[in-house]
């Protein structure tokens, strides 16, 4: 089993939709966790710290269960600007760990 | 100037050849990481330096070796280079409790022929 698992991709949604990333996680002693966005053969670049309350950056939520060892990230009103491979992240021992990556291709 | 750079941005070499990637950072920050991205399979961790004077091995550290030069500087090294490390290679830093993540170079794209 991996050790962070991600929805299978892509997502094609049309602007203006609201979408939904899962990701689970297997290390119980993971520390912190982070949504990152990746463009095409670029860089990743951190979107969002999680917490454990759950958090909110203008259309974009996160909610981290750690009972059930789970990360959300929701877009609400799609942009085609939003159109990425979003990265789920978990800390393990000062250690990033990157699930393999959900793309998102938002359409006109 | 970017907070971290790495050199080459790209680079074709022959199997068997030696060669070094390197990266250097503005951050100020003490931690260092080198991950290889292949497509569908996400990043992955090579080796991490936590300070100068350490350097741990990630998670697919054969074939490769590093070298922390100093707080600044962190380089990657592939001994005798094969196909199957054509990849894109990411430098990145964090400070020590990574309350901010990573902050990533923009790659090395590496091919190996």
């Known amino acids: 089993r991996k050790e962070v698992e991600q929805d299978p991709g892509p997502f094609n949604v049309p602007e203006g939709a609201t979408v939904a990333f899962n990701c689970t996680y297997s290390?119980?002693?993971?520390?912190?966790f982070f949504w990152y966005r990746q463009d095409c053969r670029k860089e990743p670049k951190l979107l969002m710290s999680?917490?454990?309350s759950g958090n909110e950056d203008g259309r974009f939520t996160a909610q981290l269960n750690r009972a059930s060892q789970y990360i959300s990230l929701l877009i609400r009103d799609s942009k085609l600007s939003d159109s990425a491979t979003y990265l789920c992240?978990?800390?393990?021992?000062?250690?990033?760990?990157f699930g393999q990556g959900t793309e998102l291709s938002v359409k006109p | 100037d970017a907070d971290v750079t790495q050199t080459p941005r790209n680079r074709i070499t022959k199997t068997g050849k030696r060669i070094m990637l390197e990266c250097s950072q503005t951050?100020?920050?003490?931690?260092m990481y080198w991950y290889r991205q292949d497509p569908g399979l996400g990043l992955r961790l090579i080796y991490y330096s936590f300070d100068v004077k350490d350097i741990n091995k990630g998670e697919i550290s054969d074939g490769y070796s590093v070298s922390r030069q100093a707080q600044a500087k962190f380089s990657l090294s592939l001994e005798s280079a094969i196909p199957n490390q054509t990849a894109l290679y990411f430098c990145?830093?964090?400070?020590?409790?990574?309350?901010?993540?990573?902050?990533f170079g923009s790659g090395t794209r590496l091919t190996v022929v």
């Open positions: 999680v917490y454990s």
């Open positions: 992240v978990n800390n393990q021992g000062g250690k990033l760990i």
């Open positions: 951050k100020g920050h003490d931690r």
């Open positions: 290390n119980s002693a993971s520390q912190s």
């Open positions: 990145a830093t964090s400070d020590s409790d990574i309350i901010n993540g990573y902050t």
